[in-house]
């Protein structure tokens, strides 16, 4: 594979919008499958307004950082004008680190402050230009979708969705902001750093020869737990944990992995065709831990030959590696450190930059919107949610799945439209021994989807 490029498309991404609109159309588009930019004349000023109102939907610690790293921007002045969490104390938490990062940032009314499962329909029905969708994935379809149809610029969390008709549905909303001229930025923020995006270039001119092989990896020890507290309801517990819960967050290798493999696809302009794939829980066992996997071993084809091997595991004292490799005719890449290996292994060019993505992808859009721009990523902020649930398909079921029997999927893991306060019934239940239903290759709900025995 070579792919030749603009040489815009070597810029950063503050160079990038201190350009033209058709030199970011340009470069942008050549360098991530699915980009795409819009202008607009009224730019950011929405109501005659010099000042960017911010939303933040989900009070995490993901979602407070970002509106912290928004905050920073030196194009526009930023300010948090509206929050919303389904718990009343994170809300407190995070209006408290706002005004200790961000003093005079913080012009959130008390009624401006939101909590319970609607919090977010409230935060929308705000006067605000930009929210951030930072709740569990599950529920980011339906909030994007609402955010859209309430003419709001969406900075969403990844992944995007959890199943198959998730992502189709924020592909429909993706497009009709598009013609809204709303702008989408998705927290995929490799794509914002110079050492990616220089090396992602450099492999797609040709650098390593024809591509072969690339092989993913985010292997760790175990996350955090939150103990049930008394009397508290099961919903309010899983919203807790969301992360071991299937319809919250759809298993570490959708939340997680998803940044490795969608390198690759960056890498590619393109997305695989199958992936079959193996995995398990061996250690991370019990209620404590829902119902998720604890390693993920998958292999995806795409239509260009090219095989990526992925590997995600949550298990302590094992070998930990978060990185990104391709193998070509004239060598090899590890993307992730931006150094470059000839066919004996020998390091011939070394190129890492220490950078943070996740506050330069909230730089990137305030610059967008400042400037005019509308930039979109759900798409390719989809497709990459699909390639992590495709790799899941095929560790539950342990049959080849194909991409588009992933896409057109009627498996919903959860109706989260249907969820209006924390008595309601979760969408999973313990059984009798307390335990959650896990995944079992051959015989999970899963393997009910239409897989193709013929993928490759």
Not at 219 to 245: C, H, I, K, P, T
Not at 385 to 391: C, D, E, K, P, S
Not at 392 to 413: D, F, H, M, Q, V
């Amino acid at each position: 594979m070579s792919v030749r490029l603009n040489l815009e498309a070597r810029q950063n991404r503050r160079e990038f919008v201190a350009g033209t609109t058709a030199a970011l159309a340009i470069g942008g588009s050549a360098l991530t499958p699915g980009l795409s930019f819009a202008s607009s004349p009224a730019g950011y000023h929405i109501a005659g307004r010099d000042t960017i109102r911010l939303g933040l939907i989900g009070c995490g610690g993901r979602g407070r950082a970002a509106a912290i790293e928004s905050m920073g921007s030196s194009a526009a002045n930023v300010e948090l004008a509206c929050v919303g969490d389904t718990f009343e104390s994170r809300v407190a938490e995070t209006l408290r680190h706002c005004e200790t990062n961000r003093p005079g940032k913080v012009k959130v009314a008390e009624d401006q402050r939101f909590s319970g499962l609607d919090a977010w329909r409230r935060v929308l029905d705000s006067d605000v230009d930009l929210v951030m969708l930072a709740t569990p994935p599950g529920f980011r379809p339906q909030h994007f979708e609402a955010a859209i149809d309430a003419g709001k610029h969406v900075f969403m969390e990844k992944p995007v969705a959890v199943d198959g008709p998730g992502v189709r549905r924020v592909l429909k909303a993706s497009a009709l902001a598009q013609e809204k001229k709303l702008a989408v930025a998705v927290g995929l923020q490799r794509h914002h750093e110079r050492a990616y995006r220089d090396t992602i270039a450099r492999l797609q001119e040709g650098e390593i020869g024809e591509l072969l092989i690339a092989r993913v990896y985010w292997n760790q020890g175990s996350l955090w737990v939150n103990q049930r507290a008394n009397d508290e309801s099961e919903l309010s517990f899983q919203l807790r944990n969301w992360l071991y819960f299937n319809w919250l967050s759809g298993d570490h290798i959708v939340e997680q992995h998803i940044h490795n493999l969608d390198v690759i696809n960056w890498l590619m302009n393109d997305y695989p065709v199958s992936a079959r794939g193996m995995g398990g829980r061996q250690v991370r066992l019990g209620p404590h831990h829902g119902q998720i996997f604890d390693h993920h071993m998958v292999e995806y084809d795409y239509a260009s030959g090219l095989k990526m091997i992925s590997q995600c595991r949550q298990i302590p004292d094992c070998w930990d590696s978060v990185s990104e490799w391709v193998h070509g005719t004239k060598g090899s890449c590890e993307i992730s450190a931006a150094r470059f290996y000839d066919l004996k292994g020998k390091l011939v060019a070394d190129n890492s930059v220490q950078e943070s993505g996740h506050e330069q992808e909230q730089l990137d859009l305030i610059e967008s919107l400042a400037a005019g721009l509308i930039p979109n990523e759900g798409e390719y902020g989809a497709k990459s949610t699909l390639t992590a649930i495709m790799g899941r398909l095929a560790t539950y079921t342990g049959k080849p799945i194909a991409w588009e029997k992933a896409l057109n999927s009627e498996i919903s893991l959860a109706n989260t439209d249907a969820l209006l306060e924390l008595a309601n019934e979760a969408p999973v239940l313990p059984g009798d021994d307390g335990e959650y239903p896990v995944p079992v290759p051959g015989e999970s709900i899963e393997t009910h989807i239409d897989w193709d025995p013929d993928a490759r």
